[in-house]
């Protein structure tokens, strides 16, 4: 990744007289970026409560314009890897920069199936949790404890063995999700099927019993790959700068992973499409929607709508176009019809049409779209984060494998600080 060059100088000029200037950061696509580091030997911060104006690092995987409703990974649009590229065609343009060719897919797919099991002593882990433990909650312990078992052999700043270990996180995340869900449920952990897809391979050791055949159905499968496509990576969120935070110290990457899947359990966040479901069965019957949507659109009303609008996209979020295509899909060939699918889908209808949400571009996002499918297909909610979890590992590990790849700096922010000037114990 080539070093980032000042292109041009910012001028600060402060009222009591002080002047500097600041190299300027030119991007390849969207804001250009004011350096500010020399500003702490002046004795001075900036202060961007939230971090929303401030690059914390520089990236070639993923670039997002809110503005206009793109995302891109590598370059290519999200719309289009969804509905012609497979998840792990995706995975690997994350992870290697360019997409495989027929042989290099092959090699992937086939080191990334030989490392799908976990070692046995696993099942004794999820022993030790609650039967109705949040399925987060375990797989937050599962996670980390892989380096109980891989961190001897783990060499961080060697490339081998980064590449490795990315294999390791990126097969092992779809038996430890379904081993969460198979043990909240009381029922036998299935051992995950080589010949299977990446996506299918999941649904069978979510759904398949050892007491009858179960075989994939084509349509769920390939809304799984997509829903796990369209997750995978999303530029700077939370959980990726929690990714890139917790890296910058130099553990061990199961540590790192371990603390996206963490901040990604936020409901503001990794949670919205449970948060979603919800509201949806808080509103119960399509007869309420009305009052639903008035108390929306009243400000003095707390209450929102889950799963409409974007913090960072002002127009249509891209992936939620795939997503309302395939959530039709799913419903039509499941012929499912539920009241909750009900008011969701005239939920659909009225923000698409009404011209209170289409003139505050609160289109329905891809949270909206994606927690109907998984309900529809009989996953429960509190299993909806641990997909979206197992989904964006990849942009995780691509996002740490990019940090090691350049020279490592300890992430150190600054604070304004407002509390009592220093003072003493009277004796």
């Known amino acids: 990744m080539p070093k980032l060059h000042p292109t041009l100088t910012a001028e600060l000029r402060?009222?009591?007289?002080?002047?500097?200037?600041?190299?300027?950061?030119?991007?390849?696509?969207?804001?250009?970026?004011?350096?500010?580091?020399?500003?702490?030997?002046?004795?001075?911060?900036?202060?961007?409560?939230?971090?929303?104006?401030?690059?914390?690092?520089?990236?070639?995987?993923?670039?997002?314009?809110?503005?206009?409703?793109?995302?891109?990974?590598?370059?290519?649009?999200?719309?289009?890897?969804?509905?012609?590229?497979?998840?792990?065609?995706?995975?690997?343009?994350?992870?290697?920069?360019?997409?495989?060719?027929?042989?290099?897919?092959?090699?992937?797919?086939?080191?990334?199936?030989?490392?799908?099991?976990?070692?046995?002593?696993?099942?004794r882990l999820f022993q030790g949790f609650r039967r109705d433990s949040h399925p987060m909650a375990?797989?937050?312990?599962?996670?980390?404890?892989?380096?109980?078992?891989?961190?001897?052999?783990?060499k961080i700043d060697c490339k081998d063995s980064r590449y490795k270990t990315a294999i390791r996180l990126l097969a092992k995340m779809p038996t430890l999700a379904a081993m969460c869900y198979k043990y909240s449920i009381g029922r036998p952990f299935m051992y995950p099927q080589y010949n299977l897809s990446y996506a299918g391979n999941f649904l069978y050791m979510m759904f398949a019993t050892p007491c009858e055949p179960y075989v994939v159905n084509p349509v769920i499968e390939r809304a799984m790959d997509r829903i796990f496509t369209l997750h995978a990576d999303h530029e700077q969120n939370a959980s990726t700068s929690a990714v890139r935070g917790v890296a910058s110290s130099g553990p061990n990457p199961f540590a790192c992973i371990a603390a996206g899947i963490a901040s990604l359990w936020g409901p503001a966040h990794g949670g919205a499409n449970e948060a979603c479901i919800k509201m949806l069965q808080e509103i119960g019957s399509v007869d309420r929607i009305p009052e639903f949507v008035a108390r929306a659109k009243d400000k003095n009303d707390p209450f929102r709508l889950m799963g409409f609008g974007h913090r960072v996209y002002k127009n249509y979020d891209p992936r939620a176009k795939v997503m309302r295509e395939t959530c039709h899909e799913v419903l039509k060939e499941l012929g499912v019809s539920t009241p909750l699918l009900e008011v969701a889908m005239e939920l659909?209808?009225?923000?698409?049409?009404?011209?209170?949400?289409?003139?505050?571009?609160?289109?329905?996002?891809?949270?909206?779209?994606?927690?109907?499918?998984?309900?529809?297909?009989?996953?429960?909610?509190?299993?909806?984060?641990?997909?979206?979890?197992?989904?964006?590992?990849?942009?995780?590990?691509?996002?740490?494998?990019?940090?090691?790849e350049e020279s490592l700096k300890i992430v150190r922010p600054r604070q304004i600080y407002t509390g009592h000037t220093e003072r003493h114990i009277e004796s």
Request: charged fraction near 20%; proline fraction near 3%.
């Open 14 to 123: 402060l009222s009591d007289g002080r002047q500097f200037a600041l190299p300027v950061y030119q991007s390849n696509l969207g804001y250009d970026a004011i350096g500010v580091e020399a500003l702490q030997k002046q004795q001075l911060f900036t202060y961007d409560q939230g971090l929303t104006s401030t690059a914390l690092c520089e990236s070639s995987i993923t670039y997002i314009d809110g503005d206009e409703g793109i995302l891109l990974h590598r370059g290519y649009p999200i719309d289009e890897l969804a509905m012609h590229k497979s998840y792990l065609e995706v995975a690997y343009l994350l992870l290697e920069g360019e997409l495989p060719n027929d042989e290099q897919l092959t090699a992937f797919q086939k080191e990334i199936s030989s490392h799908y099991m976990v070692n046995e002593q696993f099942t």
């Open 138 to 154: 375990v797989m937050c312990a599962a996670s980390s404890a892989l380096a109980a078992f891989y961190n001897d052999e783990l």
């Open 348 to 404: 659909e209808r009225i923000a698409l049409s009404d011209p209170y949400f289409i003139e505050r571009k609160l289109y329905p996002n891809v949270d909206f779209y994606s927690g109907i499918i998984l309900q529809a297909i009989g996953i429960p909610t509190s299993m909806f984060t641990v997909i979206f979890a197992l989904a964006r590992t990849v942009g995780w590990i691509a996002n740490w494998k990019e940090m090691n």
